[in-house]
Nanobody
Framework: EVQLVESGGGLAQTGGSLRLSCAAS????????IGWFRQVPGKEREEISC????????YYADSVKGRFTISKDNAKNTVSLQMNSLKSEDTAVYYC??????????????????WGQGTQVTVSS
């Protein structure tokens, strides 16, 4: 059974940093695209970063490019999202996602079949 468990959310001040982690189990890490979406109430889920291409670099949404960094630890089956220079508009529920195969160029939520429970990130000034 595929399981994704996020941790690391919480409250941060504008300009501060948070680090999210996702512990993955139940699948071969090397065969899956894995990344992060976020959702603000009343809005669509937005893909913000993904290790979706097996032979290319990570994907970042324009809204987080240069501020967020995704990384993967194959030995621990974890994916992390380092979030720096946080803005109030980063406030959202953040979800770890995974799906079998390369998802290069795929940004729609429906394309990812496995989701964590979500972790709240709140950025205040």
């Amino acid at each position: 059974e595929v399981q994704l468990v996020e941790s690391g959310g919480g409250l941060a001040q504008t300009g501060g940093s948070l680090r999210l982690s996702c512990a993955a189990s139940g699948f071969n890490f090397d065969d899956y695209a894995i990344g992060w979406f976020r959702q603000v109430p009343g809005k669509e889920r937005e893909e913000i970063s993904c290790l979706c291409s097996f032979d290319g670099g990570p994907y970042y949404a324009d809204s987080v490019k240069g501020r967020f960094t995704i990384s993967k630890d194959n030995a621990k089956n974890t994916v992390s999202l380092q979030m720096n220079s946080l803005k109030s508009e980063d406030t959202a529920v953040y979800y770890c996602v995974a799906d079998l195969g390369s998802h290069f160029g795929v940004t729609v939520a429906a394309a990812f079949h496995f989701w964590g429970q979500g972790t709240q990130v709140t950025v205040s000034s």
